[in-house]
């Protein structure tokens, strides 16, 4: 069956741009969460949804970064103003529930030039 | 602060060794333990989960869970080429992920 899907695969951006990162979960996945992941270091949490709703955003660094899941589906992270720090792998995970495994897509390589 | 240790590596072993792969974590209440393999460039792959003490196989996946020492281990038998990548310890409480560095293992023909 089909994974996580998330677009776009590269993203190339100047400082100060806007961007917005799109996760698809594996179908009948009700929890999603985002991570983001530096160079020789492990994933980092940014936020989970459970449904529609934000469970825990305790993992966005700064009210720069904003996801939603309107429809309990498909949810975009979105990233106002970047930063050269904001680069990394964006990773989109998806799992049937609290607590059990999570799925990952293949992420979004954010460059901020 | 929520932590999860592995030894960066890299860890060498020859081809058709065992790798012993080790983590330890910080937070008690952690409830499911998982192991994922991250080639480079590529996503975190999951191909171990363990939630109560003790060993759980799959193949020649052999995770080890302590809880009392609050460390979790993965042994790798009949190591391949193939099996070269980057091994991610995770623990959750019930949602996020809280990742270790990762171990970057090598198996050498």
């Known amino acids: 069956g089909a994974g996580v899907s998330q677009t776009p695969s590269n993203k190339v951006t100047e400082k100060g741009k806007y961007v917005e990162l799109r996760c698809d979960p594996i179908?009948?996945?009700?929890?999603l969460y985002w991570y983001r992941q530096s160079l020789g270091q492990g994933p980092e949490f940014l936020i989970y949804?459970?449904?529609?709703?934000?469970?825990?955003d305790s993992g966005l660094p700064n009210d720069r970064f904003f996801a939603v899941r309107p429809e309990g589906s498909v949810s975009t992270l979105k990233i106002q103003r970047t930063e050269r720090g904001d680069s990394a792998v964006y990773l989109c995970?998806?799992?049937?529930?609290?607590?059990?495994?999570?799925?990952f897509g293949d992420g979004t390589r954010l460059s901020i030039l | 602060q929520k932590e999860v240790e592995q030894n960066s590596g890299p860890l060498s072993v020859p081809e058709g060794a065992i790798a012993s792969l080790n983590c330890t974590y910080s937070?008690?209440?952690?409830?499911?333990f998982f192991w994922y393999r991250q080639y480079s460039g590529k996503s975190p792959e999951l191909i171990m989960s363990?939630?109560?003490?003790g060993d759980k196989e799959d193949g020649r996946f052999t995770a080890q869970l302590n809880k009392a020492s609050q460390y979790v281990s993965l042994l790798i038998r009949d190591s391949q080429p193939s099996d070269s990548a980057t091994y991610l310890c995770?623990?959750?409480?019930?949602?996020?992920?809280?990742f270790g560095g990762g171990t970057r293992l090598m198996v050498k023909p």
């Open positions: 995970a998806s799992s049937l529930g609290y607590n059990q495994p999570q799925h």
């Open positions: 179908s009948g996945h009700t929890a």
């Open positions: 949804f459970q449904g529609t709703g934000a469970a825990d």
């Open positions: 937070d008690r209440v952690s409830q499911s």
């Open positions: 363990i939630y109560s003490n």
């Open positions: 995770a623990v959750t409480a019930g949602n996020m992920l809280t």
